[in-house]
Each structure stands twice: as structure tokens, then as C-alpha cells.
């Protein structure tokens, strides 16, 4: 709806197959992370600190390595000392220090649940046993979790060695603010004080979980000649060879990682936090070795989002035009520095609208918590958050539609983003206009209801790729990618693939290919597989069809040139001649054809969606309850529909769980209260109405198919959407979250 | 040929310049140029920096920047 009428049609593309991996998934033979073995495989387990922040002055491990059936013991002195330097495993580079310290601690532990030793055993009772025989003399030290009691002087610092970055001036005494990152454009404190209104407001956000059903788990094993295998479940295979091999200090080549199936990461898969221990495990006891992570453990120990405080002053113009922002956002970034989700809080804020006088500064402060890590759209619904509020607020004092207020500052082709940089075909306009004109916009309201609106985008990104197409002998064709198939790209990469060749979906299958088997492909995210794989998938195919028209020309005694490929076959006038037949005679015309393409593509392009919430509160609890949740995106073009819907649908409803019930709980020793998802409240299928996902197809003319990334945009516009629509239920603004019952019951009550 | 320098690159290799005039054949030049302002930069820039030529993310490095007029340095972010 709304999208440009005059878009090409495809004969797959946009069409909704049977998924190639459904079979084995609904019946269970799908082999996942924890449910890998290996010929004489050992048992791991991990030992991690009840303290939330501690010095070790010393660990005693033997009575644990003189426990029967314990073939390996490892300490933080296990790991080589030097892993330092970055590794550019994704978008951005991890720090090996850090990396290989949040693995397992050294001298000191920075959260609950950090690693302080590793066994190896038999079973995994004798492992667990073996846990409890492990001496560790911790030095107890203040431990601080809360964001600003974290900056206020005097208080515990979690690292000497830590200053923070982004100063004018060198700092010379350490700080628990790792990093400051500004943006600035025009003079903001001059247009707020030109604006008609100003909405100032403060709100603050729990550290949340990516909630992936499956948990960490990998099998690893070093081989007597120095080389290794890893099999495990990750957003990318790749990362964990380069991390593991710098952490250890071997070679790439030397390290073979097999993806397995993955039960979710949404961000929170692209590191590594078991894989450097269970080679080392598995190097001491000469046998494969099993970690796999228990749910507390991931609760405790695996990186979240990061909580936040937020500053806003946002100003507009009589007509609803935003016209300055003053924006400080300061985030939880955990135990250790490196998180990146500073800079792309900063650079997304305000990142769909014209705001021509803004100041975006950005904080990461260190906490005793686990290090956050990326969680769809990283930095982005936090920031999203406070400012779609705050257009809520200015729209409603200044009596115009919501939508309209958003439509007048909408960024639309050809406009400079806060960056600089030029945006080519966006459709957020559309999506707006769209969102507008759903019927669910103008739909009644009932008593205790409220609605609300908000928008979010996120820059999506392309990266390297690297996919091969090989025509098998009967003229089916093999598609290799190195990209593990999270968001369904085995069903994209065939249909792709088949639609460029000209032949049915179901001639095309599948493989995601381990480190060895491919060239480099970076991670799953960034929203970036179905753009940038797909792309090489394509080139790939088309390489595959330029070889198969020499082929074909070689077997009809004509010149090449006059060969085309149409629907599946090489046509040179009346004559034809199809894959199968080529195929049949390629032992004949020149041997195996196949093809492979390694690229790293631009033009990629943010996405944008509009979300409307519909929401009931009820005023003698404070519970809410979802009632009705639209969620548009301008999708690009959408290859497997079923799954782009999905994506919009999952991501809105994770928006929606931090919204209104989700949060790290930590008690006054700093221990994590509630690490377990009976008191960690995601939202079940049972908590929310069906999510209806519309989308805007507004093609990327940088892609053969059009796709634009739609993983991660969906979970930002949620927060505030929810937010609005309590507000507009009960003329509440609540600017903290989670929006529980006990929390809008009490603010109720208040009121009256 | 103008090269806009986000933060945090201004403030921790050009003395918090943000806008420099540098002319250079391709990116990979313009790295070597300003590593030789600010020793340090190029190693950094493997690994932390992204570049948009004209407005466009120019992930390749070896592309011409003849005709260019503006390159603005800034840097990478990660997805989920």
C-alpha cells in the first residue's frame, strides 16, 4: 500500500514457499548448539563468581583435578597473556583484551556470574562435583549497578586502567566512564530558545535480555597437530574463528568453525564467550569438549542491552516543525569497556528527521553487570524511546496529529541524515502516509483504552559476503552461503538464486557452509544477509548462467554472443537447451560449472517503520494489556514475505516485553534478583493480540531484488509507542520502563 | 577536496579538527594522507572507520575519488 505502483513483478520473489529447514526444526532432527556430540566428547561446565565485583587473589584447583573422571582444569592463567589488538569480526572491531577476560576472569571479576574456572570431565555430574572442590580467595570490593551512582565520586571504580575516551582533555584519573560521543549540528541551545514549545523530560530504561530460546553451547577440539574444530551456534562463524584464534593466539587457518542451527541471537550471538575455554579445556585433556551455558548462566553472564538515562529537551515550531534538540543519554554499558552502543545511539537519534540545530551527547558507563552486547537496532530503541515521547508531548500541546507532526519532519530521498549522509530511495514518508490511512487508525476506542504511535529506523548496514553456485549433474543446483540462517535465509538464498537462473524453487537448495568451505562472510546482522549475501547469491547465478550459455554454445556449434538465457534455458532461435541438458553434458563441454561471488557491497538503506498500539489499562491493578499492535515497515522488497512479517512481528513484540515488563532485577548485593525467565517476564504468545505487519515496499534500486534489512528496525518504534499509549489512556507521561502494573497503579493512585 | 572528521577521529588524531582539506587519489591514499598527519590513524581506521564519499557509504577503498567533493570519516556501527 502506498508503495510506487509501477514496481517490476517477479515469478518467485515476493511469493511464499515452503521453508527448506521447516521438516527438520518441527521434528526435532535440526541439530542445535547444545545438541552436538562428538566421538569421545567430554563434559564441561563453568565456575563463576558470586560476587559481583571482586579481586581473586588465588584459585586452588587441585582437589578438583584429583576428582575421578576430570581430565582438565582451566584458570584465567591458562589463557596466553598478549591477546590484545582488535579483531574486525563484524561492523565494528572487538577489543581481544576484553574479549578474552569476559570469557574468563583474571585478577578480578567485574559481575555476578563471571567466569573464574573451567573442568572437564567425564560426565557432567563429575564436572559439576568438580566445581564445588574449586578453592577461589576473592577480596570482596563496592560494587556499584546503577548507571549514576556508577559516575558519582568516590564510588567503586571498576578499572586503573580505564579513562575515558572522547574528552577534549586527556583525562588523567581513571573512571567508570568508559567513552563520551557527541554529535553536533547548527546551535541548539539558539532553537530551543527560538521554539514555540519545548518538551523536556527525563527517562530511564532496565537493562534487557535478547531472550533466544537456545542457549550459548559449543563442542570444541584440539587436535594433537595444533589445528581445531568448533562446532556451535552463532550469528557468525567467522567472528568466532578470528576471535578465538586472537584470543589464543593461533592462526585463522588453523581454527574450522561448523555453524549448527541457532535458536535465536538477535545481536546477542555475535561474540563469543565459551569457545576460547573449551579449546583450552580440550587442548589439557586431548579430548572434544562440551560448554553449553544454563539459563541463569545466560541471565548472569551474557552481554544484554544496556540500560539508560536519558535527558531530552526537544523543540518545535508553532506549525509542528522540530527545530532544536539537546539530547544526553548516559548507558549501562556492564564490567567491561568496548561496547559500541554509544555511537550508534548517538548516530540514530534523530536519525529519520530533519532536525536542523541538535546536540547528541553520549555516555557508556561501566557497572558491575555482564558487558552489554548488541540486541537489535544496539543503541537505538533506547534513544528512540525518549524522543518519540517527546514528539507525543510537543504534537499534543500544539494540536496536531501525531502523524502529521512526524510527516513534517520526515526525511525522504535525497535528504542528508545527521551524518551527512545522502538518503537515497527511503520510504518513510510512505510508510507514514500508510500508517495514516490503515484502518486501524481510525478505529474506536473503548473505556480505559489509550493509543499511541511512534516511529524508529536504523541504518542497516551491507558487509562481506561470499556465496557459491554450483550446477549438481542433473541440472538441480547447490547454493553455498557462509551465513548461518537465522531470519530464513536458506528460503531468500534459493528463491534468489532460482529466480535469477529461471527455475523452480524447489531445484535450488540451500547450504550454509562452515569457515573452511566458503570465503569470509561476516556475521549474521546489521540486518544485512538477505541484502548483501543475496546480492553475491546473485552474482554467483549469473556467473553460473554466462558459463552455462558458453556451454550451451559449444553444444549447438554457435558463437556465445548469440545465446540468451530465458526461463531456466539457453535459447539461440528456435533451439533450446535446458539446465538439465547442459548439465548432463558438462563432463563433455569443459567439466564442473559453478561459480563463486565475494563482494562488499554499499548501497544499502535504512529502514523505517510506524507502529500503532492499542492498549488497556486496568485502573484497580495498573495491568495493561495489549489490545491491538499494527507494525508498517518500509521493507524494501520483501523476498520471502512470511519471513519479513515474522522479523516485524518478533521484533515488535521484544519491543513491546521492554516496554512493559522486562528488566535486570538487582538486589542490594548485586546480585541479578531475577535470572530465569519465570521472573524475567518476556511476553508469551498468550500476552499479545495477533501483531499485524504491513509492508511498504519502497525497493532499493542498489539491490537486484530490491531489499532493504528489515531485522532490527522493528523493535525500535515499540517503547514508545506502548509509552504513548498509556499516556493516551491515562494522561500519564511515564517516562521509566518497564511500564509494569505495580509501577502505573502507583503513578494512578498519585494522580487522584 | 573537503573530509569532514567525525567524532570521536577529531578529537583523538587531528586535535579536534573536523573538517580538513585533503586531496587524494582514493580512500586508501587519503588514509596514508592523514596518517601521516596523525601517526596511528591508519591502523585505526582498518578496523573503527567507515567513509561516505559524496554522501554514499564507500566501503571500498580502492574506488576513485576523482571529482570528489566530499568525504566524511565516521564511525562503524554494529547491528544485531
Not at chain 1, 490511512?437 to 476506542?445: G, R, T, W
Not at chain 1, 507494525?631 to 512479517?645: F, K, N, T
Request: hydrophobic content about 40%.
Amino acid at each position: 500500500m502506498n508503495a510506487p505502483s509501477d514496481q517490476k513483478t517477479f515469478r518467485l520473489v515476493g511469493t511464499r514457499p515452503i521453508r527448506p529447514d521447516g521438516i527438520e526444526k518441527v521434528t526435532g532432527k535440526a541439530i542445535y548448539g547444545p545438541d552436538f556430540v562428538a566421538p569421545g566428547m567430554l563434559h564441561g561446565a563453568v565456575l563463576r563468581s558470586p560476587h559481583p565485583h571482586a579481586r581473586i587473589r588465588g584459585i586452588d584447583t587441585r582437589r578438583a583435578e584429583a576428582l575421578a573422571g576430570v581430565k582438565a582444569v582451566v584458570t584465567g592463567a591458562d589463557f596466553p597473556g598478549g591477546a590484545e589488538g582488535t579483531v574486525a569480526g563484524g561492523e565494528t572491531p572487538t577489543d581481544l583484551k576484553y574479549a578474552s577476560i569476559k570469557c574468563m576472569a583474571r585478577d578480578k571479576v567485574f559481575f555476578e556470574g563471571h567466569a573464574v574456572a573451567a573442568v572437564a570431565a567425564t560426565s557432567a555430574a563429575v564436572a559439576e562435583e568438580a566445581l564445588k572442590l574449586i578453592a577461589v580467595d576473592y577480596e570482596v570490593l563496592p560494587h556499584v549497578t546503577d548507571i549514576e551512582e556508577a559516575l558519582r565520586p568516590g564510588g567503586p571504580i571498576l578499572h586503573d586502567d580505564v579513562f575515558t575516551q572522547g574528552l577534549a582533555e586527556t583525562p588523567t584519573t581513571p573512571s567508570n566512564a568508559s567513552l563520551r560521543f557527541a554529535m553536533t549540528r547548527g546551535d541548539a541551545e539558539q532553537a530551543l530558545g527560538a521554539a514555540v514549545e519545548v518538551y523536556t523530560g527525563r527517562f530511564t530504561l532496565q537493562p534487557v535480555h535478547q531472550g533466544y530460546i537456545e542457549p550459548h553451547a559449543c563442542v570444541a577440539s584440539w587436535q594433537a597437530d595444533g589445528q581445531g574444530q568448533i562446532w556451535c551456534s552463532t550469528q557468525g562463524h567467522f567472528s568466532v574463528r578470528a576471535m578465538t584464534a586472537g584470543i589464543l593466539g593461533m592462526s585463522i587457518a588453523s581454527i574450522r568453525v561448523m555453524p549448527l542451527e541457532i535458536g535465536g541471537g538477535f545481536g546477542g550471538k555475535t561474540t563469543v564467550y565459551l569457545e576460547p575455554v573449551a579449546m583450552l579445556l580440550s587442548r589439557k585433556a586431548g579430548r572434544p569438549v562440551r560448554l553449553a551455558m544454563q539459563r541463569g548462566d545466560i541471565f548472569r553472564a551474557s552481554g544484554p542491552a544496556p540500560g539508560a538515562v536519558i535527558d531530552i529537551r526537544l523543540g518545535a515550531l508553532a506549525d509542528g516543525t522540530l527545530s532544536g534538540a539537546d539530547i544526553e543519554f548516559k548507558y549501562n554499558g556492564g564490567g567491561l569497556p568496548g561496547a559500541y552502543e554509544v555511537y550508534s545511539g548517538v548516530m540514530s537519534t534523530l536519525s529519520c528527521y530533519r532536525v536542523p540545530d541538535a546536540n547528541v551527547v553520549g555516555w557508556n558507563v561501566l557497572t558491575n553487570m555482564p558487558t552489554v552486547h548488541a540486541y537489535r537496532a544496539p543503541g537505538a530503541p533506547q534513544t528512540y524511546f525518549a524522543v518519540e515521547c517527546a514528539i507525543d508531548e510537543l504534537a499534543r500541546r500544539l494540536g496536531i496529529d501525531p502523524i502529521d507532526m512526524r510527516l513534517r519532519n520526515v526525511l525522504r530521498p535525497g535528504d542528508t541524515d545527521g551524518r551527512g549522509m545522502t538518503l537515497g530511495a527511503i520510504g518513510y514518508a510512505e510508510t507514514l502516509e500508510a500508517t495514516k490511512a490503515h484502518p486501524h487508525y481510525a478505529a474506536p476506542l473503548g473505556p480505559n483504552q489509550g493509543r499511541g504511535i511512534a516511529c524508529g529506523s536504523w541504518g542497516n548496514y551491507g558487509g562481506p559476503s561470499t556465496a557459491a553456485v554450483s550446477l549438481a549433474e542433473d541440472g538441480s543446483i547447490l547454493v553455498t552461503e557462509g551465513n548461518p540462517d537465522i531470519g530464513g535465509s536458506r528460503a531468500a538464498m534459493a528463491m534468489m538464486a532460482a529466480e535469477t537462473l529461471g527455475i523452480a524453487y524447489e531445484k535450488v537448495r540451500v547450504t550454509v557452509a562452515d569457515t573452511s568451505s566458503i570465503g569470509y562472510s561476516m556475521g549474521t546482522g546489521g540486518s544485512r544477509t538477505t541484502f548483501a549475501t543475496g546480492m553475491a547469491v546473485v552474482q554467483a547465478a549469473e556467473a553460473v548462467i554466462e558459463i552455462m550459455k558458453q556451454r550451451a554454445a559449444q553444444m549447438l556449434g554457435a558463437d556465445a554472443a548469440g545465446i540468451e538465457w530465458r526461463d531456466g534455458a539457453a535459447v539461440l532461435g528456435e533451439q533450446r537447451l535446458s539446465i538439465a541438458e547442459i548439465a548432463a553434458k558438462s563432463g563433455m563441454t569443459g567439466g564442473p560449472i559453478s561459480a563463486e561471488a565475494a563482494i562488499h557491497p554499499g548501497g544499502f538503506l535504512p529502514g523505517f517503520g510506524a507502529h500503532i498500539c492499542d492498549l488497556e489499562i486496568d485502573p484497580e491493578t495498573g495491568h495493561t494489556t495489549v489490545v491491538r499492535y499494527t507494525a508498517l515497515q518500509d521493507v524494501g522488497r520483501a523476498i520471502h514475505p512470511d519471513y519479513v512479517e515474522g522479523q516485524i512481528q518478533g521484533g515488535a513484540v521484544q519491543g513491546i516485553g521492554w516496554a512493559l515488563n522486562e528488566a535486570y532485577v538487582y538486589d542490594r548485593e548485586g546480585h541479578l534478583d531475577n535470572a530465569g525467565f519465570l521472573d524475567y517476564r518476556m511476553p508469551v504468545a498468550s500476552d499479545m493480540p495477533m501483531i499485524e505487519a504491513v509492508m511498504i515496499e519502497v525497493p532499493n534500486p542498489d539491490h537486484p531484488y530490491g531489499v532493504k534489512g528489515v531485522g532490527e528496525t522493528p523493535i525500535v518504534p515499540p517503547l514508545a509507542a506502548v509509552a504513548n499509549a498509556v499516556r493516551d489512556a491515562t494522561g500519564l507521561r511515564i517516562g521509566d520502563l518497564p511500564l509494569s502494573p505495580d509501577r502505573i497503579y502507583a503513578r494512578l493512585q498519585a494522580a487522584e | 577536496m573537503r573530509i569532514v572528521v567525525m567524532p570521536p577521529f577529531d578529537r583523538e588524531f587531528f586535535g579536534g579538527s573536523d573538517r580538513l582539506e585533503l586531496e587524494a587519489d582514493s580512500l586508501f591514499a587519503l588514509v596514508g594522507k592523514l596518517d601521516a598527519i596523525a601517526p596511528g590513524f591508519a591502523a585505526a581506521a582498518e578496523s573503527r572507520a567507515a567513509f561516505a564519499v559524496d554522501g554514499v557509504f564507500a566501503p571500498v577503498w580502492s574506488a576513485s575519488l576523482a571529482g570528489a567533493g566530499e568525504v566524511i570519516l565516521l564511525p562503524r556501527v554494529a547491528g544485531g
